[in-house]
Each structure stands twice: as structure tokens, then as C-alpha cells.
């Protein structure tokens, strides 16, 4: 019985910093919904309404960020947005990295620098999760591609 109670105890503290992370890496779409949410529910609309509201601004938020970074041509636009993203969630990484860690780790100096590791993974995460749907392009000027790869010669074209 003891042993059951230590598995589901590390499988429950495993869930806990999964959903910690998660939250932490979405950390605007949240803050986002739940500031819409709050509106809504103070102008009236209720429990049930404030809660949909707040969960289609976070949604709404989150697949903005998303398609904006996918589709733009301006770099600038890329990095702004997917900055916009990031920082909050560098920052709530820090945070969440650096309370955890005064539960077990004693000195100051290494929560700092596991409180400043966790907010470099955790940014770099939120990161790459908005811009994976970015297609990489070549640079284009003029709406002329210079340097286009040329298609590789297959055995077929050889023989003829």
C-alpha cells in the first residue's frame, strides 16, 4: 500500500508541474482570457457567459498569434509577436522555477540560477511553439526568387 501511495504521489506531482509548464508557456493567451473573463463577469454577463467569453478571447488570442506568425512576410512582425509571446512566459517561468525550487534547494545563488535556467527553457518553448507553424522562406525582392535550388537530376533523365 505504501508503494502504491509513492507512485501516485510522483505521478500526481508529475501532473501538477505538466500543467504548471503548460500554463506557464501560455501565459498571455491565459492572462488574456482571464482579463477578458473578469470584464465580462463585472458588466454582468454572468458565470457561465464570462467563463465562454474568457475562453474564446484566450483562444482567439492564442490562433491570432499563431496564424499572424505563420502567414506574415515581415520578419519584424514575426519576431515582435512571437516576443510578445515569449517574455510573459519567460517570466512566469522564472517565477514558477524559482518557488518550486525554495522547497528543496537551499542556497540562494542556485535558485537564482534555476529560476533563470527555467525562464530561458520556458520562453524558448513558448517560442517555438507559436513560431512552428512559420514556413521559412527564401528572400525575395521584387517578387523575383534569385538563387531558387534547382531539382536534382534523377537516374531517369540521365538515361535519356
Known amino acids: 500500500m505504501l508503494v502504491l501511495g509513492l507512485v501516485l504521489n510522483a505521478v500526481g506531482i508529475g501532473l501538477f508541474c505538466r500543467l504548471i509548464f503548460a500554463l ?3 501565459v498571455l493567451p491565459f492572462f488574456v482570457a482571464l482579463s477578458f473573463g473578469m470584464l465580462a463577469f463585472r458588466d454582468g454577463t454572468g ?6 467569453i474568457g475562453i474564446a478571447s484566450g483562444t482567439l488570442t492564442l490562433a491570432a498569434g ?3 506568425v505563420a502567414v506574415s512576410r515581415s520578419l519584424t512582425l514575426r519576431v515582435t509577436i512571437a516576443t510578445a509571446f515569449a517574455v510573459p512566459a519567460a517570466v512566469a517561468g522564472y517565477h514558477v522555477v524559482f518557488a ?3 522547497i528543496g ?3 540562494l545563488a542556485w535558485r537564482e540560477a534555476f529560476a533563470c535556467l527555467g525562464a530561458v527553457c520556458i520562453g524558448g518553448t513558448a ?3 507559436l513560431t512552428v507553424f512559420a514556413e521559412l522562406r527564401p528572400l525575395e525582392s521584387g517578387g523575383l526568387v534569385e538563387n531558387m535550388p534547382r531539382p536534382v537530376l534523377t537516374a531517369a533523365t540521365h538515361e535519356r
Open 105 to 107: 534547494v537551499p542556497s
Open 66 to 68: 499563431q496564424v499572424v
Open 127 to 129: 517560442w517555438t511553439r
Open 24 to 26: 506557464a508557456v501560455h
Open 47 to 52: 458565470v457561465f457567459g464570462a467563463l465562454l
Open 100 to 102: 518550486l525550487s525554495q
